[in-house]
């Protein structure tokens, strides 16, 4: 296909868009482009993301196979020593983070939720492609 670039916005279901937003802001250090009762728009890895009011209890997780609640992003970060920094200071930030695992791969990996369960994985390894076209 090759037509497809790259991932330009990911949708987030939150109940409250301001609280959420403001948290992401102070948990994620995030810029907050756009805010309204229904939306925000928030910078985070190079990507817009939209916080969009939603029902009580919608998440972007799913249930996998083995019946597991599983997170549906990745983000990347350059190496052990970035991870482990992150892993810290979310903790520190009062951010519900898992231990960081290894789920033999190449790298290690946590996951950590945002106030309205939204979780997220965060990988040591930058890929392939994005270290050859941004490093």
Known sequence: MGALKRIGTT???VQDVKESANWYEEKLDVVINYLDDE?????MANQSFFLVKAELGETSNFIDYQGKEHFS?????????NLEEIHKRLLERGVPVGEIENRGHAGRNFVFSDLNGNKFDVWS??????????K
Do not use: M, N
């Open 125 to 134: 390894e930058l890929s392939p492609d994005f270290k050859r076209r941004y």
């Open 39 to 43: 939306k925000a728009i928030v910078d």
């Open 73 to 81: 992003c990745t983000f990347e970060v350059d190496g052990l020593r």
């Open 11 to 13: 949708y987030l279901p």
